[in-house]
């Protein structure tokens, strides 16, 4: 089998692989909701906060067309240049720009191309943003800026447009880092992300932009940050996830059931600050624990989790913690099946840590 | 080795006799002008026969021509000065200030944010491809026009192709330099092979001239066994050693400070030779492009930045990239001669990229050149242009700019290229392509050993031990995995 039919049997198995998980369980009131895709759900989340809040501006490079993903289509025709536009192509310009833009009480959505792209924008990140509040007193602060990136693997976008740089951006006090599972996620999560007044870093799941589609409520909603979700009870092990990883990890659960293995699935959703309290409850119950993320697993934010829960659960355990992740090597193009954390990788982990 | 022809009867005692009674008050763009390019063009005998005869045994040799570049650029740095500061009354007043005297005035004045008019093109072909009366410019012989000509021709044929491939699923990605085949070919054609290549993405070309094989060019795209890059990174991220062409990165602008190091490098080795960093106009706005031009400036680093002004970033244009008159202003801001010219005029580029190349490894400066132009393509496979930018508008760059017929019209002028010739040309490129292409996607994939290769010099122990848990999954789930890349 040739590789671009591996790559298209992968697009296949992200198509089954990576459907939406259901928001069943979050307290999305019903009303009109209509089954969108996740750029789509995006849109509507800009859309809303351009439209709730006159000081709410949204940029970024090529946003004005509509974004090189089309998560700001229609947005620039709506609510003008001023408010829409297109930035020179600088990350830190964008990144410090919306910093001061949000100084001034402003809600500065901006939008990083590729999250693989965010890394000139490091230090007005690191740096700047996260400790504007801080190094003031609390007599400044930029808590109204949000930066957007998408984030993760595609099946075709080796180095640089496949990464997933969260675990940098959870070493840095004073933002959040926030990422959704799916469309109906990304709307509600998006907006609290953009009303919270902390600077937050949102990582979009590119892979599901198109194919990830739920039923989305029109409606204005906002989903709590800092809380965590168990989208699948269980009780023999606690499976800790974000993103677009949570499907894969849906799916192992699947087929672990059919073992007689029944997993608990957590969508951690803020990486920080997180919620410990509902993974280690989740833990205390299983006594078991896997963490799985698509970024290097060396010093991965799977690693942070790891540590807390053996500090907190340390007797309870009765499994080392497991972590299925990314390889540590650069984000390779051909070898990409073989560095993703499949659904195989994570069951075989899954029936090792049972079994221990 | 330099071979100025100049097309007119001025002389050098005229040139500089005007351009001295011009005295300071010249715009920017005249005094850029002055320093430099011009000068060495405008050192010229006069020729008088406008379209054919060219000088083809040099009669001042590289010395005197330097020398004098050498003049000129002293006095142009001179008049910069002076420019800059000012002459009035009070200049017996003056500031010792670091970095040179300062003189005072007692007017209050801003520099406007723009000169007058912008700066012009330098172009030796007209629309036609005919020679422009007056013009000067660096010949080139009949060689080496037929194989920039034929270099331009397959390079179009390898992006039809290859774009037709990735439309057929083949390959992944792609992207073409459809409108820049000029700038590609003949900023290549200007330079040595011992020149190093600090690309962008769009500058295939300069591989091409250089004899990357069409099979190399594929073995990229298809990501197997045979390309360098050991199928890594994403279609057209091409490098190759032995051609000094440094692997493409696509982080924009990164490239720009690290040719100032590298060209460093060279002239700490005393090499004559020196760095040539593509850029795009979007590419200019990153914080690399300053750094890249302030490190070389202020290490007096041989290095060429040469960017490639088509117009677009993807889907923004230059009117939202910066209000600058383009790029060719900003080399002044950092020290840097510069100099703007028609990048879809072969032989302007051609005459502008061997005098820069004089320029910075004689010298050891950086020079800036901004070649103006016309992404005439999608930015790449994953973008739909017509989606912000008029139909009319690149209907008019791919056919009435066209810098390929441009270039023909004038090679075919010179007697040197008949349509038979171009059938022939044609037929043999896009024969070889389906070739290589064929041969390409044969080809066996990297083994898996090479994902954990060249992660470090030598593989630490958590790869090791990543690499043998990762086969015992594959031998537990081989059918996970695709089978075409050896275990
Ligand atoms: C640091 C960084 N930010 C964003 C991108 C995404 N991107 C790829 S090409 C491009 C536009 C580049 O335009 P330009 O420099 O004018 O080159 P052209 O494509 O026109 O040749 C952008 C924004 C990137 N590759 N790197
Ligand atoms: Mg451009």
Redesign the interface.
Known sequence: ????????KRFGVGLAGRRPLSTATCDVESGNAKAINLYSAINQALLIALETDPRAFVFG??V???G?FRCTTGLADRFGKARV?????????IVGFGIGLAAMGNRAIAEIQFA??I??AFDQIVNEASKFRYRSGNQFNCGGLTIRAPYGAVG??????SQSPEAFFCHVPGIKVVIPRSPRQAKGLLLSCIRDPNPVVFFEPKWLYRLAVEEVPEHDYMLPLSEAEVIRQGSDITLVGWGAQLSIMEQACIEAERDGIFCELIDLKTLIPWDKETVEASVRKTGRVLISHEAP??GGFGAEISASIVERCFLRLEAPVARVCG????F????E???MP?K??IL?AIKATVNY | MANWCRISSRTIANHMRKRMNQGFIGSAADISQTSGLSSALNNGRPVSDRNRRYQTSSPWNRATLLCFQRFKSTEAEKQQDSFLSSDSDDDHQSLDFPGGKVSYTSEMSFISESSQSRVPCYRVLDDDGELITDTSFQQVSKEVAVKMYSNMVSLQIMDTIFYEAQRQGRISFYLTSAGEEAINIASAAALTEQDIILPQYREPGVLLWRGFTLQEFADQCFGNKADYGKGRQMPIHYGSKKHNFFTISSPIATQLPQAAGIAYSLKMDNKKACVVSYIGDGGTSEGDFHAGLNFAAVMEAPVIFFCRNNGWAISTNVSEQFRSDGIVVKGRAYGIRSIRVDGNDALAVYTAVSAAREMAVNENRPILIEALTYRVGHHSTSDDSTKYRKLDEIVYWKNTRNPVNRFRNWVQSNGWWSEQQETQLRNSVRKQLLEAIQVAEKTEKPPLSEMFSDVYDYPPSNLEEQEKHLRETISRHPSDYPTDIPV
Do not use: W
Not at chain 1, 85 to 93: A, H, R, S, W, Y
């Open positions: 089998m040739a590789l671009r039919n591996i790559l298209g490079e090529d004005s067309f509509g090189v536009f297109n930035t020179p192509l600088c990350e830190q310009g693989d792209y890394y000139p075709h976008g080796g180095h640089y447009h697993v060396t390889l540590d090597t650069p390779p193009l051909v070898f099946p073989f560095y499949t195989n990788k075989d």
